[in-house]
């Protein structure tokens, strides 16, 4: 995946401009800065689900996103909730039992997803995009809401998800401790002027 | 991969969960064309007249009521970016929404008219026709829902804007629909699928490219 050249305008602010990036498969990159600097902005551009105000973004291979929603019936229990995006993505059989065993999740199954806490609800997202098998992905603040272990274990997934040959973009404004992740500090790109 | 959508927005709509079913809007239907013989009188003549027409304005206000649930929920929880970014165009997800809305209102409401049509005294021949210009108008009906849910979704008082906005634009298919009935003819019924087909032709267009203006 690479980006060249991008600019993002919400209202009538640039956040950022002449934002270039490339990461290759097996890498991770660290998207940082603090709030407001527009990191769910340009993961939104890189997901091609915002149009860059300038610039353009190449990618090849499958895509999974999680963001701060997650994207499951919040009424329905977190298996069922789970197997419909298992269903979506063809997942295999046994492979949506053994990422749930992986996140935590697998006492939880039973229980309706309006009554997970923020963490499980975050873990259970987690475990929607590990299901989807995409090769790329873009974790928006995947760190929010989880406790020490839950981190650790975020960090262990990109790494291994790396290392098996994947690519992770993951934007946080928190330090992210995986091995050998570039980071891009997003303050560098800002643009202080009105459009 | 569409199967599975489709039998989930058919799930979600038809019921269960805290979204309220398809049950309300079709007791609210009948409620209205109960409401109307204690409104205007028992005159049987005077109801088998214009009970018709009420039938069509109660099936249009009985169309409001699942607006709010129909794009909303999925595009706050973030439905609608997952399905874009595994490939789905907005426009093919709102289709089948379309699809599901219809199965879970119009069929039901179709099912309710004939007791609505008691209610109201009308004839045998008039119920064919009422039944037949629902069949023709409510594909228009629910994928002007679609739309409109889409265009006032993530909007504040959406809701009330989503009404105010589906009543003048289902006129015609009132106005043949319901005209449908005092002439008894077939070209009510014509032009009732006609505005329909335009309406279902339009729609998921209309839809999709509001969901993705609601990125921005």
Same mark, same amino acid.
């Given at each position: 995946?690479?980006?060249?050249e991008l600019a993002c305008r919400r209202g009538d602010r640039i956040l950022f401009a002449r934002l270039s990036l490339a990461v290759e498969s097996g890498e991770a990159l660290h998207l940082a800065g603090p709030n407001g600097i527009g990191k769910s902005s340009l993961m939104r551009i890189l997901a091609g689900l915002m149009r860059p105000f300038a610039g353009s973004v190449a990618k090849s291979g499958a895509m999974a996103l999680l963001d701060e929603r997650p994207?499951?019936?919040?009424?329905? @229990?977190?298996?069922r909730a789970l197997a419909f995006w298992a269903k979506v993505d063809r997942t295999q059989d046994g492979l949506l039992d053994e990422v749930c065993d992986r996140v935590g999740l697998a006492d939880l199954l039973d229980v309706p997803v309006r009554f997970l806490s923020t963490g499980q609800r975050k873990r259970a997202a987690l475990a929607?995009?590990?299901?989807?098998?995409? @090769?790329?992905?873009?974790?928006?603040?995947?760190?929010?809401g989880l406790d020490a272990a839950s981190v650790a274990n975020v960090e262990a997934l990109v790494a291994d998800h790396c290392a098996d040959g994947g690519l992770c973009l993951l934007a946080s404004h928190q330090p992210v401790g995986v091995a050998g992740l570039r980071r891009l500090d997003i303050a560098d790109f800002r643009a202080d002027f009105a459009a | 991969m569409i199967w599975a959508i489709f039998r989930r927005d058919l799930a979600l709509l038809l019921g269960g969960g805290r979204r309220g079913g398809a049950l309300l809007p079709i007791l609210f239907f009948l409620a209205v064309a109960m409401l109307y013989p204690f409104a205007v009188g028992p005159d049987a003549q005077l109801l088998a007249r214009t009970g018709g027409g009420v039938v069509w304005v109660a099936a249009l206000l009985?169309?409001?009521?699942?607006?709010?649930?129909?794009?909303?929920?999925?595009?706050?929880?973030?439905?609608?970016?997952?399905?874009?970014?595994?490939?789905?165009?907005?426009?093919?997800?709102c289709a089948i929404?379309?699809?599901?809305?219809?199965?879970?209102?119009?069929?039901?409401?179709m099912l309710a008219a004939p007791l609505a049509a008691g209610l109201l005294g009308l004839s045998g021949g008039q119920l064919l026709t009422l039944e037949l210009g629902l069949l023709a108008g409510t594909p228009g009906l629910a994928a002007l829902g679609v739309a409109v849910a889409a265009v006032t979704a993530g909007l504040r008082g959406g809701a009330a804007l989503a009404g105010?906005?589906?009543?003048?634009?289902?006129?015609?298919?009132?106005?043949?629909?319901?005209?449908?009935?005092?002439?008894?003819g077939e070209g009510g019924l014509a032009l009732t699928a006609a505005a329909s087909l335009v309406l279902v032709a339009a729609a998921p267009f209309a839809a999709g490219a509001a969901i993705r203006a609601a990125r921005e």
């Open positions: 995946m690479r980006a060249d994207a499951l019936d919040t009424h329905l @229990p977190l298996g929607r995009m590990l299901a989807q098998g995409a @090769p790329v992905w873009l974790l928006d603040e995947p760190l929010n | 009985a169309a409001i009521l699942p607006l709010d649930r129909l794009i909303e929920p999925d595009l706050e929880l973030g439905f609608f970016d997952q399905w874009a970014l595994r490939g789905l165009a907005e426009e093919a997800t929404r379309i699809l599901a809305h219809w199965l879970s209102f119009a069929v039901p409401l105010l906005l589906i009543l003048p634009l289902s006129v015609p298919l009132l106005i043949f629909g319901a005209g449908s009935l005092s002439t008894g």
